[in-house]
């Protein structure tokens, strides 16, 4: 057991925090609260405050024994100079790609002619140029079609409100005018060019002085822009009857020039979609409440669309784009089956056409694969793809050849190529270069039974030949919300915990989309609790397996995730040794006040809803922290430029159990002034999170920790 718990009079104690009591009463009940005066970032006592916790969090985590080693490992895998591609888009006979390498502090869009060959790659923007401290990121990129030119959307400081800048392919300088306000953090943003490439269609954001402060990452409308005109100038599509909440995908067809555009109202999976002529007159074919999710343009003048009409499951319709768009009347191409179809909402294509095919990917309950059809529904051969494995972003070649990432535990994530007519797979040099391999790695997928009977699966990573003895550690993760599927992935740094003898969990719980939208629904609004009663079941299902044991078991997860870390240490106090829970949301009666909280609703519910209400109140971790109770350690950590889970969640929790349980903990609150969700950050600083991370588990797990076994790496 660390030194820490055994002597918890010893370890230095957290900076008081004040109480300020304030009352509110919903629905007849009244809720008391102490530190609501937390929320505002913009205040000088709770920057002081949140700079003493941040000194307190180095004050222990800077001790902690193995730190040095743990720092110079960590270090070493993450900042190897290695590249790393991804997200490749073919236009024009080019290729557009990702890539990541080390030193450098962001990934950067490089393009070349060539999948096989690196040398003939070349910089198209480098955020790293411009700004040397990391601060600039990359949000999104979109060629035109003929690739010449490229759109790139630009953020800084993690906060996801990104510009547009568009390139010349050729020359790689900026050409044309910034435009403003693109993307946003929850509501995202998109960008479809016009087929002979003179403008786009892009997600245009309230700017300033058009609406109050509070809207201006809401009301998210369709515009189109000409290149060599100014912004001011350019042309309303579509949105102004759309909701505050809306979230718009773009897509232009090249052969006709239609424009589809998917609305989604806010987060919870509603959807509905719209059909722009080439003589400017738009169509809405669906509304949010008929279960139609996605739709593509087909070879000919029609569109494939996945609808949950009659198959919560999912079914893709061929539907004739005439006078009218009649979905129901639509041909039935792919049934629904006994897995669910994987849909996709900005940029990484899920369900694809070509000349004679369509490619489509299903989800198996965590991992996924392509299944592959003729454009009338019949089977064809589909590539070969790794085993418990995840798939996606399905970009056209020609013909019917195709490009997909895969990726497995085991394995990192590349691109590769099929060839349809040969029914070959070939490996692409755009590809995840690791430091290490996980070649010594088993993985088994088993199933807990959760509290109300349901069977629920989760991925077990161990060392070959590792005892189930009950004495491993174990580090177990989640999500389950949104209909988001957790796939399988390759973490480098698993590399680490291997070499030590860790056993990594990785849950696929209802809230998810792992098993189709009736798993999602099982785990939203006023099920919510099942979340966690599904993870608490996998973690005590590993614990009876004797493949770790409580005192040696801690989890880990962010956002939604961090939710549901909240929600285990308040309701099984016991079950865990320690917590690293990021980024997350804890109080759950004021998260629909936050800047961006609207958006969430449809997931979580609202206290005006008295049946939501009782349901948020019963599981909000920040409503049922319980004076005394001897809690596990827990890590919280945030970025101050979060625009999709406000700071004030971990400050208020933080202080709620170094209050209540001053003998137990610790609890650390770490503070990143130059971050937000994750997206955008530097690599220093990613590194810098997962050594006070790592360092945090091994002590509290009583891992010392050892130099890594050579043999492991490449």
């Known amino acids: 057991m660390p030194a820490d ?94 890539k990541e390498q080390p030193p450098k502090q962001q990934p950067f869009l490089v393009v070349s002619d060539s999948l096989d060959d690196l040398a003939r790659e070349r910089v198209l923007y480098d955020p790293n140029t411009a700004d040397e401290a990391g601060s600039a990121s990359i949000v999104w990129f979109q060629p035109s079609f003929d690739g010449k030119l490229v759109a790139v959307c630009v953020a800084h400081g993690g906060a996801e409100i990104g510009d547009v800048f568009v390139y010349d392919t050729a020359t790689a300088k900026q050409v044309g005018e910034m435009v403003p306000r693109v993307n946003t953090g929850t509501a995202g943003g998109d960008l479809a060019w016009a087929p002979d490439g003179s403008g786009f269609y892009y997600t245009r954001h309230p700017r300033d002085g058009e609406r109050p402060a509070a809207d201006m990452t809401f009301y998210q409308q369709v515009y189109f822009h000409k290149l060599g005109t100014p912004t001011a100038e350019d042309r ?166 195709v490009l997909f990432e895969n990726e497995s535990y085991v394995q990192p994530a590349a691109t590769y190529r099929y060839d349809a007519a040969a029914g070959k797979v070939a490996k692409a040099a755009f590809k995840s270069s690791e430091p290490v391999n996980l070649d010594d790695a088993e993985v088994v997928r088993e199933f807990a039974t959760s509290k109300d009977g349901t069977k629920v699966p989760v991925n077990i990573i161990f060392r070959k030949g590792t005892p189930r003895d009950g004495q491993n550690p174990a580090l177990v993760t989640g999500y389950g919300g949104y209909g988001v599927n957790y796939p399988p992935g390759f973490r480098s740094l698993n590399r680490v915990l291997l070499d030590h003898g860790f056993v990594i969990g990785v849950a696929n719980i209802r809230g998810g989309g792992e098993f189709g939208e009736a798993w999602h629904l099982e785990g939203n609004l006023t099920k919510k609790q099942n979340v966690f009663d599904d993870f608490a079941a996998l973690l005590e299902h590993l614990i009876e397996r004797k493949y770790t044991s409580s005192d040696k078991l801690a989890i880990i997860g962010g956002s939604n995730g961090g939710l549901l870390m909240g929600a285990i240490l308040t309701q099984h106090p016991a079950l865990v040794r320690a917590i690293v829970a990021s980024v997350g949301i804890y109080d759950m009666l004021r998260v629909e006040l936050s800047a961006n909280g609207e958006f969430n609703i449809t997931e979580f519910g609202t206290v005006k809803n008295p049946d939501h209400f009782k349901a948020l109140r019963a599981y909000s971790p920040y409503h049922n922290v319980r004076a ?43 503070t990143s002034d130059d971050s937000g969700h994750g997206s955008g950050t530097p690599l220093t600083e990613r590194i810098a999170q997962q050594v006070d991370i790592y360092a945090f588990l091994f002590d509290q797990l009583g891992v010392p920790f050892e130099a890594a076994v050579p043999a492991a790496d490449k």
């Open 5 to 98: 718990r055994a002597a918890a009079s010893e370890r230095p104690m957290p900076p008081a925090t004040e109480k300020r009591a304030v009352r509110d009463t919903y629905h007849g009940t009244e809720v008391v609260e102490d530190y609501r005066w937390l929320e505002d970032s913009n205040d000088a006592a709770v920057k002081a405050w949140s700079d003493a916790q941040n000194a307190y969090a180095r004050l222990i985590l800077d001790k902690l024994p193995g730190r040095e080693a743990i720092e110079r490992r960590v270090s070493e895998i993450m900042s190897a100079e290695l590249a790393s591609y991804w997200g490749v888009v073919f236009h024009g006979g080019k290729y557009f790609a990702m």
């Open 236 to 401: 309303y599509e579509l949105g102004k009857d759309s909701p505050r909440i809306a979230e718009t995908e773009l897509k232009v067809d090249e052969r006709t020039g239609r424009v589809l555009a998917t609305i989604q109202n806010g987060d919870g999976g509603e959807f509905a979609h719209y059909l722009r002529t080439p003589e400017g007159r738009w169509r809405q074919f669906s509304k949010f409440e008929d279960k139609i999710i996605q739709a593509e343009f087909g070879p000919g003048d029609d569109l494939f669309v996945v609808t949950r009409q009659g198959a919560p499951r999912g079914k893709v319709v061929r539907v004739p784009i005439g006078a009218s768009i009649d979905v129901p009347g639509g041909d039935v191409i792919v049934p629904e089956g006994d897995d669910a179809i994987v849909t996709s909402f900005w940029r990484d294509s899920t369900v694809l056409t070509t000349d004679s095919r369509l490619y489509v990917v299903y989800q198996l309950g965590g991992p996924s694969e392509i299944r592959v059809f003729d454009l009338d529904g019949k089977p064809q051969t589909a590539p070969e793809q790794l085993p418990v494995s995840s798939v996606g972003h399905l970009v056209r070649l020609e013909g019917d050849d």
């Open 628 to 670: 005394g109770t001897d809690f596990p350690a827990v890590l919280f950590l945030t970025g101050a430029n979060d625009p999709r889970v406000e700071p004030m969640q971990s400050r208020k929790m933080t202080a709620r159990l170094q209050a209540a349980s001053p003998a137990a903990g610790p609890f650390l609150l770490r």
